[in-house]
């Protein structure tokens, strides 16, 4: 635990961030960045300290990237993170939609074909425009933020959400946190550090007047951090599915918590099933392809079906499958559930249109192991 600095000893030209646990300087100009371009509004709280990746100085912050680039007169740049977000979760963006692009209030971009109208335009103009934002890569499209539905679309450098009647005005648009999510994805240094000589500011950088404890680490604390440390693996219960031909890879270490919970990690494709800090049970699953991808986010279990019928038509799309076993819902229409389809499982072959497709014989062990209100964690 570090002490927080006095305010007689602090200096103006560091900030420390008491809600993330990171300091903001002008060691490469980033700190003025941050206060003339609306920093607390388009880019948030720093999330790392400074450091290189790929030959340039950068830091991240809940909403974006900075950038310094000495080969530009040490100007200070945002990164592609909209665009390197999408390319790092293999999404595959529809061609330009010509009702957006003959809406008389859209504005087209040449540069990618792509238009942006009614209020994300507005936002866009009114926030930064190209210099915080980028080009626009993708049309708006309904996508899962956590647990919410929402209105998106994709620039170079952000992503922007329209979440509708979630405000007294109407619609609420707000700046994604591809910063946050891209900092985790890559596991980067985003523990807390010692803020001796700073000046301790809130979320807007403006002084906090009294000493906020230091939070144990930068990590939102609906994320579970990445981590290389295996957990112990314990032997399946007599009841559980034979193993397959696919490895399994390392368990993630879970959090601290007591009574049972689920971890479904997209990047290896496992399901790994906890009682406290125990792994009791693995096995490998198949989620959402592209276009239909498996919303990331901490949820539970809020209702269970032993057997259904499955239908429905998304994006053209239109399915409908009979006797589908041992179905538990999580969020909206996505659940863990037995399929008999087919045999992808833990081999990086995403099937599904968003739901977490598991064996048969280990859908089974799930639904009579898990009840009603197990938390599940789904997270790369």
């Known amino acids: ?125 009114t926030m930064g425009g190209l210099d915080v934002f980028g080009l626009p890569i993708s049309n708006p499209a309904w996508e899962y933020i956590g647990t919410q539905m929402a209105m998106v679309q994709y620039f170079e450098r952000a992503r922007l959400e329209a979440y509708p ?47 906020t404890p230091l939070p144990p680490t930068a990590v939102p604390p609906t994320a579970i951090p990445p981590t290389a440390i295996p957990a112990p693996a314990a032997p399946a219960p007599a009841s559980a599915p034979a193993p397959t031909a696919v490895p399994a ?18 990047s290896d494709q496992w399901l ?16 959402g392809r592209d276009g239909f991808n498996t919303p990331v986010g901490r949820y539970a279990i809020y209702a269970k079906v032993r057997s259904q019928t499955m239908s429905g038509c998304i994006a053209g799309e239109c399915w409908n499958v009979p006797n589908v076993p041992h179905a538990m819902y999580i969020v909206g229409d996505v659940a863990l559930h037995g399929t008999y389809w087919h045999n992808q499982f833990g081999t990086g072959v995403r ?19 898990a009840p009603t209100g197990t938390p599940v964690t789904v997270r790369w």
């Open 1 to 125: 635990m570090f002490a927080l600095p006095t305010a007689g000893r602090a200096q103006e030209d560091v900030l420390y961030f008491a809600a993330t646990g990171h300091r903001l300087s002008n060691a490469y100009g980033f700190l003025n960045h941050w206060r003339s371009s609306n920093g607390p509004q388009t880019l948030g709280a720093p999330l790392t300290e400074p450091f290189e990746q790929h030959g340039l100085m950068v830091q991240y912050f809940e909403y974006g990237r900075l950038e310094h680039h000495p080969a530009y007169e040490g100007a200070i740049l945002r990164g592609r993170l909209g665009a390197e977000y999408a390319e790092a979760l293999w999404k595959e963006f529809a061609p330009p939609d010509p009702v957006v692009l003959g809406h008389r209030e859209a504005r087209l971009f040449p540069e990618t074909g792509y238009a942006v109208g009614d209020s994300f335009l507005s936002f866009w103009e």
């Open 165 to 211: 009647g979630a405000s007294e005005a109407g619609t609420l648009i707000q700046i994604g946190s591809l910063g946050r999510d891209l900092a985790l994805l890559r596991g980067l240094p985003t523990a807390a550090v010692d803020p001796a000589g700073a000046s301790v500011v809130d979320h807007y950088g403006q002084p906090l007047p009294i000493p």
């Open 249 to 266: 890879p390392a368990a993630p270490a879970p959090a601290p918590r007591g009574g049972k919970a689920i971890i479904v990690d997209l």
């Open 272 to 287: 790994y099933a906890y009682e406290g800090d125990r792994m009791v049970f693995d096995a490998p699953v198949s989620t």
């Open 351 to 369: 099937r599904s249109h968003g739901c977490i497709n598991l064996p048969l014989n280990a859908a089974a062990w799930v639904y009579e192991w």
